[in-house]
Each structure stands twice: as C-alpha cells, then as structure tokens.
C-alpha cells in the first residue's frame, strides 16, 4: 500500500515512514502549498485541510496538523504551534511561563485521511508538562521544553526511537495504520 | 452612501462610524462570519477575506485585518493578534519582552473594500514602542502596552478623540473614504 503524505517537514515525513513502514505501508512525499483554515482545534483544521487537498489531488492522501497546548496559556501556541516557533522558538514559551503556577501542557496530534471515501481523522495526545529550562537536541520544535508524564527528560533528550513509540504523531499514525489495514 | 462593515468588535466598528461618518458615509454592521485565511500580512488576509465574503452578499462591503508587530519578535503577534490576545492578554506580550533589547513595534491596518469592481486594500501604520508596562483604561487589545512615537502616553491613556486622530485604523478609513468620495 502506498500513500501520499502531505508535509513541509523532513522530521514529520521521516516519523511517518518509520512507523507506517513498519506495518507495510509505503508513503510518497506530497510537498506542495495547501490551503490551511484557522481553528482552535487541530482536528478541525486537518479535516478541512484534507478535504481541500484532496478535491484537488484526488489520490489518496493524509497530512498532520500537530499542536502544543499549554494549560496556563488557556492552550497558546495550539493550532499556531509552528508559527509561534518560528517567531519566538520554545525561549517565548520559558518566558511566559516564568512565574506561572502550572507548568502543564499536552501535545496533539490530528492526522486526517483522504480517499474517494471522504475525510477520516484520527487523533494522538500526550499529556506532560514544560520544562523549567530546555534540554535536548533530539526531535524539533517544542521538544526540548516538553516532558511527557513518566518520564524524566525532555522529547529530546530521549532516545529517538523512545520518543517515536510514546508520541502523540505515533498515536494518531497507528490509528490511521489500523484504519487502513481493517477498515471496517 | 451606504455600506456594510463586516466585523465582531464594536470597538472597531464604533471607530469606523466616526470616521466615516464625519464624511458622510454611513455605515451598516454586518456580524456574520467569514473565512480569513492564514498568511504573514494583513492586507492578504483581509483582500482574501473580502472577496470571499463578497461573493456571498454581492453589496459593498469593507472589513479590515490589523496587528501588532514587533521587532523583536519577529512580528508576532501580528497577524494573530486578537488570538493571541484572548490567550494571554497584553500581559504576554511583556513577559516576552522582558529583558529584550528593543522594543520597537508598529500597529498596521488593512482595510478591504470589496464591490463589483473587485476588492481594494487600504493601509494604515502607526510607528512606535512597547510600553515597560500597561497603563490606560481607553481603547481595546494592546492598546495599553503601545505608545505611539511623539507620544509620552499609551493609545489607552490617550483620550480616545486623540488616539482616533493619529490611530493605523483612522489611516486606513480615510484613505477608503477618499476612494469611495473621488473614485479614480
């Protein structure tokens, strides 16, 4: 089986095909502009996403949209996790947090499916907390700042193949693995 | 003349009545929503914006995107001001400026007018600086933390007459008023 992964990410891209690789399916590079709503929800906003690209592709095809959201921040960056890295990086996240009672945060991923079928979206989360100073050089993005409950060190300190079998993106992957190998 | 002003913010929309008003333009509140697509600038935002919401209501319309921008920050929160701001208020934006260097910043105002002819943007820009800290009832969003150059008060310190005359937002009305009143 093979499928088209829409993403501008190498690291995104490389997760993809090491966890769906591992159940058989193959997936093709799809790096081109789409068009992306705006939303509070990520699940939202790769339904749509999808459903655009898709009217124009018509080849089956999934993307991801991911999204960090902090409890103290009534779920800031959320569906804006990229832009704001790439305005501030995960120092702004520090600063705001600074001073700030709870440290709590999650991660979520929302990968959304596309075929002649229609739009399916299947959902990872993972709940943590941000690190009082960054660590890690493994992973991307928020990483550094993020530890995930039942553990002591941050998405990039850990092992990367540790990482992959915990993250949110494994968990809505799998998910969509599942899907597509018993759809039912 | 008459003409729909598509926004959810009475603050905004009881600014733009002023201004146009005092030229005799009236104004209709449209209070509906509409797409606004993602993007760096707002005066793509609102001209995609604009003709998306046009092709539905087919009368003369006008909205407008405006955002804070700041140096240090790279432009954040720019064009998702009004997000940001329900996340973390202005408050946010002085925790991540503590310790920075410059606090240069500008306010920008993308108005879109949209009729049978196609939309057109207009564009207004106040220059100025983050204040060390909030001060001010008037006014609305960041209005507290911003001090226009030439100014030694915040817009929210301003009386709302002065703050009206000198704002990004009065710029960019009177800039559509002069288009509507002497179309070239």
Redesign the interface.
Same mark, same amino acid.
């Given at each position: 089986m093979r499928l088209l992964f829409a993403t501008h990410n190498a690291n995104k891209l490389a997760e993809a095909r090491q966890i769906l690789g591992a159940k058989g399916i193959e997936i093709d590079h799809l790096d081109m502009e789409y #068009? #992306?709503? !705006?939303g509070e929800d990520t699940s939202e906003i790769a339904e749509k996403s999808a459903r655009g690209l898709f009217s124009g592709i018509r080849k089956p095809l999934f993307l991801e949209d991911a999204g960090l959201f902090i409890e103290a $921040?009534? *779920?800031?960056p *959320?569906p804006?996790s990229a832009?704001?890295f !790439? %305005?501030?990086g995960y120092q *702004?996240i520090l600063? $705001?947090l %600074?001073g700030k009672g709870s440290r709590r945060a999650h991660f979520k991923s929302s990968v959304a499916y596309a075929d002649d079928n229609g739009v399916r979206v299947f959902e990872g989360k993972v709940e943590g907390s941000i690190a009082m100073q960054a660590g890690g050089e493994s992973g991307f993005g928020y990483d550094p700042v993020f530890v995930p409950d039942g553990y002591g060190e941050t998405f990039a300190e850990m092992d990367r193949a540790i990482k992959n079998s915990i993250s949110h993106r494994k968990m809505a992957l799998e998910k969509l693995a599942g899907h597509l190998l018993s759809p039912s």
């Open positions: #068009e #992306e709503p !705006r $921040l009534n *779920g800031f *959320g804006y832009w704001v !790439r %305005k501030m *702004g600063d $705001l %600074k």
